[in-house]
């Protein structure tokens, strides 16, 4: 469907033309309409679909048909989860307003109150907004909402995800009663806390809009499976790293100590990998999603907490390190490459530990992932030290020998974990990290009391540190339960050893594990045709 069927005005359908739109996005296509004759919607979208332009174009129609307000005070509230996705709206609301008159301000977290403030001051049509800030600003009457006409809740799921649900429910609760309100709603997912958030602060009956999750996009992107042992990824990730054809390219990781780890092995092999987690203070995270933007960084290592709704155009290649851990995340992950009509390539590394992801990822995106051989000759070899879990060992180890501005310094009071000064301020502002339990670390002194067991080549203990360990004096014993103590399914095991023999080779793993008998089998036949493949390969 082309812009030109919808009911723009000309000086809004000009911004659309300058921008490069021609044909709608099938979001825009099934949304806009119903958008633009002044329903209430809730959309299924994610980034990268063109959501953004179905509620600014919206905003830019109803705010242009209506008397304009002499108060300055603003008529549409967009409220994003953070403050990239803030600078991205309001650079995208530039864009398409080009001809005709339109303010505009983003207001978000971790920079000084002034100018946002005067803006105001001036008067603004649109405001977008992170919930902390926008809360400040209106408690102090520094921002109204007497005369919001438009409320968007963008990426809203993403907000649950963040913890913005009271906030979200403050403000909507603050909207003029008795005036009319259109309200848009965006979601990659639609789920209960969507539906009570809809019910409560919309029309009744909006209009749904579900797109297939990211068909669309999914399918212009060349993706392939690479199996690997744990011990391949790293060599494997830089082999493909050193092709010519990866650009600018993002690299995923399912925990934060993989991508610092991560992006610690790559700068220390020569590949200057910047990382992206949830630690990185709002300043950083600025720092290098614009030097991805312009291309001064090539490479990003990021966790999903970090990367959603990251929007960065030309983004050549997709790395799942690790497969995540859900089929959703697989087609956000991917969707970072092949936007706005340019294609894309995703490489996901299939290892050992997360092999078992691969079976949900490809039902939820209906197809089989190819995959692809690369020759051991191939590879990339890991020429970089050990690197330290431990607090301070990457500056320890490497940052400080290799000279980099983000080792330690004497004198220095503080630094945030990717080596950046940081002051106590933004400390204070910078985004909670992710809900992820750290294994434990032992401490030097368990570390000495404890001697880790020796491991071989493979990576498995060596039976003579095993016995070692097992007849140390001061090992604590562990005691032997008692008998039916245990708990159910130890207690069956246990029944099986006892039993004949007979009896226990007809006790099937399904009734042992508690588990479903056909899951067993299919787990079991993913594990083995995963082991064919690397032995098949070596
Ligand atoms: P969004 O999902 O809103 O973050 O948009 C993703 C990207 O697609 C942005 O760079 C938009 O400028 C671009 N875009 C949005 N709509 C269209 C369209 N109809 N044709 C081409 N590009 C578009």
């Given amino acids: 469907m082309k812009f030109e069927i919808l009911d723009l005005k000309p000086e809004i359908l000009k911004g659309v033309q300058d921008a490069g739109f021609e044909h709608c996005t099938p979001i825009q296509e099934q949304s806009l309409p119903e958008c633009l004759a002044g329903k209430d919607v809730i959309a299924q979208s994610q980034t990268g679909s063109g959501k953004t332009a179905v509620f600014l174009l919206t905003i830019f129609s109803r705010l242009s048909a209506a008397q304009p307000g002499d108060s300055g005070k603003p008529r549409a509230l967009v409220m994003v989860p953070t403050r990239e996705l803030a600078t991205q709206v309001i650079d995208d609301c530039v ?151 990866v650009e600018r390219s993002i690299i995923f990781t399912n925990m934060k100590r993989t991508a610092e780890m991560l992006g610690w092995k790559l700068a220390a092999n020569g590949y200057p990998a910047k990382v992206l987690t949830g630690d990185v203070t709002q300043e950083r995270r600025h720092k290098i999603i614009e030097g991805m933007k ?95 879990y431990g607090r301070g060992g990457r500056e320890k180890s490497f940052e400080r020998k290799a000279g980099k501005p983000g080792g330690p310094e004497r004198g220095r009071k503080s630094f945030s974990r990717d080596g950046s000064k940081d002051s106590p301020k933004e400390r204070a502002a910078r985004p909670k990290p992710e809900m992820k339990v750290a294994k434990p670390q032992p401490s030097d002194q368990r570390k000495r009391r404890f001697p880790a067991v020796e491991k071989d080549a493979g990576g498995h203990a060596k039976p003579e540190s095993l016995a070692q360990e097992r007849t140390r004096p001061d090992r604590p014993r562990r005691e032997r339960p008692k008998p039916g103590s245990h708990r159910p399914v130890q207690r069956k095991m246990e029944e099986a050893a006892q039993a004949p023999p007979s009896a226990v080779t007809h006790q099937p793993a399904a009734e042992l594990s508690g588990m479903d008998p056909k899951d067993v089998k299919e787990k079991e036949g993913i594990v083995k045709r995963f082991f064919k493949k690397i032995l098949k390969k070596s």
């Fill in 95 to 245: 864009k398409l307003c080009k001809h005709f008159p339109f303010r505009s301000v983003a207001v978000y977290g971790g920079v000084e109150y002034d100018k946002q403030i005067k803006a105001f001051k001036q008067g603004v049509d649109l405001v977008v907004a992170t919930p902390g800030r926008m809360i400040d600003l209106y408690k102090s009457r520094t921002l109204s909402l007497d005369n919001i006409e438009i409320f968007v809740i963008d990426e809203a799921d993403r907000m649950f995800d963040m913890g913005f649900a009271p906030d979200i429910i403050y403000i909507a609760g603050q909207m003029p009663k008795k005036k009319p309100r259109q309200t848009m709603l965006f979601s990659a997912t639609i789920d209960d806390n969507v539906r009570n958030l809809a019910s409560r602060y919309m029309k009744p009956d909006p209009a749904m809009i579900e797109i297939e999750p990211d068909q669309v996009t999914v399918n212009t992107i060349d993706q392939k499976v690479i199996y690997v042992s744990n011990e391949e990824k790293l060599p494997m990730l830089m082999t493909l790293l050193k092709r010519g054809e």
């Fill in 294 to 388: 312009s291309g001064n960084i090539k490479m990003l290592v990021a966790t999903d907490v970090a990367a959603r709704g990251l929007h960065i155009d030309g983004i050549t290649h997709v790395i799942n390190y690790d497969l995540p851990e859900d089929a959703a995340n697989y087609v956000h992950r991917i969707g970072r490459t092949a936007r706005a009509g340019k294609s894309g390539k995703a490489y996901s590394l299939v290892c050992e530990d997360h092999v078992l992801n691969l079976p949900e990822i490809e039902k939820y995106i209906e197809r089989k992932i190819e995959n692809e051989w690369i020759e051991t000759s191939e590879m990339v070899k890991d020429t970089a030290p050990e690197y330290s």
